[in-house]
């Protein structure tokens, strides 16, 4: 069983930074990071394999950073240079398929947090 639990959202004014924490029972091997604003289409932002390697949207690339930490069975989403067109639901998702650099398509999902930029 995974059950992810994303926290740490909430509103900040454009160039500032937030760090959302997404809690892991049963840690996948590959895990991403998604949003999806009122209106729009959910969008993929990144993901982060056993390994730790990540890849990333190339509308944060540079700005937003994934990580973990397996002692604390937590996944993070470190966003810097916030952006208003960043204001979205974020989600944590996990999967245990193969290829996790180019999966888009994970079997499990958080309940997301609101991300507010000004």
């Known amino acids: 069983h995974v059950q992810l639990v994303e926290s740490g959202g909430g509103s900040v004014q454009a160039g500032g930074s937030l760090r959302l924490s997404c809690a892991v029972s049963?840690?996948?091997?590959?895990m991403g990071w998604f949003r999806q604003a009122p209106g729009k289409e959910r969008e993929w932002v990144g993901n982060?394999?056993?390994?730790?390697?990540?890849n990333y949207a190339d509308s944060v690339k540079g700005r937003f950073t994934i990580s973990k930490d397996n002692a604390k069975n937590t996944l993070y989403l470190q966003m810097d240079s916030l952006k208003p067109e960043d204001t979205a639901m974020y989600s944590c998702?996990?999967?245990?398929?193969?290829?996790?650099?180019?999966?888009?398509?994970?079997?499990?999902w958080g309940q997301g947090t609101q991300v507010t930029v000004s």
């Open positions: 998702a996990a999967d245990l398929s193969p290829g996790c650099m180019g999966r888009r398509d994970f079997r499990y």
């Open positions: 982060i394999n056993g390994i730790g390697s990540t």
């Open positions: 049963g840690f996948a091997v590959c």
